[in-house]
């Protein structure tokens, strides 16, 4: 029995930054752009007084580990393919919520829970990345980090994971 095998996309595959390198032209500055305004914004909540300062330590700091953040989840995805080799009918029953979850995450509940399961892995690493980078920041105290990490982790999680590529 000889099983056709399929590599779908999440949204932003590995392979498509290599084939077309312009697309970093447009994901790295947006999601420097995005992190950087999140940070001011939870900086401006709590009512610090040396925003420019934490900007200026903590930006390239947040805004790596937020792409090795989203790469730990996209792997996760991902790496839930490697199961689809399996002898059926486990790797047939994988290959069917993969390939839901690929396409539409919102056709099949095992699709949806394994996509935002990936979403969830990125956002808690994003939260353990960044409260462990802000450590080095002498103007941000304790709950200050717990706060920006959270809202870091929350706000800039990869959310884009759960947008559908085909509507049936």
């Given at each position: 029995?000889?099983?056709?095998?399929?590599?779908?996309?999440?949204?932003?595959p590995i392979w498509i930054?290599?084939?077309?390198?312009?697309v970093w032209i447009i994901t790295l500055p947006g999601n420097l752009l995005i992190d950087?305004?999140?940070l001011l914004i939870a900086l401006a909540v709590l009512k610090h007084a040396e925003k420019k300062a934490v900007l200026k330590?903590?930006?390239?700091?947040?805004?790596?580990l937020g792409f090795l953040a989203d790469f730990v989840g996209a792997l996760f995805l991902?790496?839930?393919?490697?199961?689809?080799?399996?002898?059926?009918?486990?790797?047939?029953?994988?290959?069917?919520?993969?390939?839901?979850?690929?396409?539409?995450?919102?056709?099949?509940?095992?699709?949806?829970?394994?996509t935002l399961a990936g979403v969830a892995?990125?956002?808690?690493?994003?939260?353990?990345?960044?409260k462990r980078a802000?450590?080095?920041?002498?103007?941000?105290?304790g709950r200050q980090r717990h706060v920006i990490a959270l809202t870091m982790a929350v706000v800039t999680a990869p959310?884009?994971?759960?947008?559908p590529l085909y509507i049936d």
């Amino acid at each position: 029995m000889n099983r056709e095998v399929r590599l779908y996309n999440i949204l932003l595959p590995i392979w498509i930054l290599y084939f077309f390198p312009q697309v970093w032209i447009i994901t790295l500055p947006g999601n420097l752009l995005i992190d950087c305004m999140v940070l001011l914004i939870a900086l401006a909540v709590l009512k610090h007084a040396e925003k420019k300062a934490v900007l200026k330590r903590l930006w390239w700091k947040l805004w790596l580990l937020g792409f090795l953040a989203d790469f730990v989840g996209a792997l996760f995805l991902f790496g839930f393919w490697y199961l689809s080799l399996l002898p059926d009918p486990v790797g047939a029953w994988v290959e069917g919520v993969f390939s839901a979850a690929a396409l539409n995450p919102f056709r099949t509940l095992p699709g949806f829970l394994y996509t935002l399961a990936g979403v969830a892995i990125a956002g808690v690493c994003i939260y353990f990345f960044d409260k462990r980078a802000m450590r080095s920041c002498p103007q941000l105290d304790g709950r200050q980090r717990h706060v920006i990490a959270l809202t870091m982790a929350v706000v800039t999680a990869p959310w884009t994971f759960l947008i559908p590529l085909y509507i049936d």
